[in-house]
């Protein structure tokens, strides 16, 4: 039983990591994109 809670352990933070980095990702394009936005509007 601990064995498998340790197997499980990596694997969680895995999915944790590469959730966190595909919302760090949109947020960042979305960001981007507003800014694109902002500057473009007055010009």
Request: aromatic share 10%; glycine share 10%.
């Amino acid at each position: 039983q601990a064995v498998g809670r340790f197997s499980f352990l990596p694997s969680a933070q895995r999915a944790t990591c590469t959730g966190a980095m595909r919302i760090a990702f949109v947020l960042g394009r979305f960001n981007l994109l507003a800014l694109a936005q902002r500057a473009a509007g007055p010009a």
